[in-house]
């Protein structure tokens, strides 16, 4: 099973505050990642935290905390065009493989 | 032209055929992986590549095989195609260990009928 969890769909009316919650049973990565995906389209890459706290870029902010083993994204000023799927990622050092989160799809509502 | 490059996008095929799916990339990556994502289930790894001779499974390898021919193409085979292998595919490159930026290609829609 996935060992990163994150909730399955949230949705929220557009100028909001989104939280996604990625909690995670492994050890020993490198850091987590957020990707987005728009329907239809390829996952890209939006931000990554090598170190515990919080990285923010633009409206997007992303917070990890390794003794909580609990990483988060959160989505500012909620617009139309930030509906897509959202998935947190490690590259796992035993293996170095890049491992994904079963994704968070957001729906921002009018 | 895109970074990362996969052909066919659409795929329609039988039961029992055998499909090769392709990947390139210009983006002078070492490391490659070749992706599933069904509904519901995010992106599970089927292979990954970290160089032309490093070959390694994911968690989902069974009923695929990949050969990597060169730095830039990393190729994922399904020998004899079945019905729950009906997917959305996804070839992904990274530059260096550690590196959790990941590149995307658009993707290749299988169906097998």
């Known amino acids: 099973g996935q060992s990163l969890e994150q909730p399955s769909e949230v949705t929220a009316v557009e100028g909001a505050i989104v939280q996604i919650n990625c909690t995670y049973q492994?050890?020993?990565?490198?850091?987590l990642s957020w990707y987005q995906q728009h329907d239809g389209g390829a996952p890209t890459f939006l931000s990554y935290?090598?170190?515990?706290g919080l990285e923010e870029t633009g409206r997007f902010s992303s917070f990890l905390s390794r003794s909580d083993s609990y990483g988060y994204l959160l989505l500012q000023e909620l617009q139309m065009k930030d509906s897509a799927s959202y998935f947190c990622a490690v590259i796992k050092a035993a293996g170095n493989k890049l491992t994904f989160g079963g994704g968070t799809r957001v729906l921002v509502k009018p | 032209d895109a970074d990362v490059t996969q052909t066919p996008r659409n795929r329609i095929t039988k039961t029992g055929k055998r499909i090769m799916l392709e990947c390139s990339q210009t983006k002078g990556h070492d490391r490659m992986y070749w992706y599933r994502q069904d509904p519901g289930l995010g992106l599970r790894l089927i292979y990954y590549?970290?160089?032309?001779?490093?070959?390694n499974k994911g968690e989902i390898s069974d009923g695929y095989s990949v050969s990597r021919q060169a730095q830039a193409k990393f190729s994922l085979s399904l020998e004899s195609a079945i019905p729950n292998q009906t997917a959305l595919y996804f070839c992904?490159?990274?530059?260096?260990?550690?590196?959790?930026?990941?590149?995307f290609g658009q993707g290749t829609r299988l169906t097998v009928v």
């Open positions: 590549s970290f160089d032309v001779k490093d070959i």
């Open positions: 935290n090598a170190l515990d």
């Open positions: 992904a490159t990274s530059a260096a260990r550690g590196d959790t930026e990941a590149f």
């Open positions: 492994t050890s020993g990565f490198y850091g």
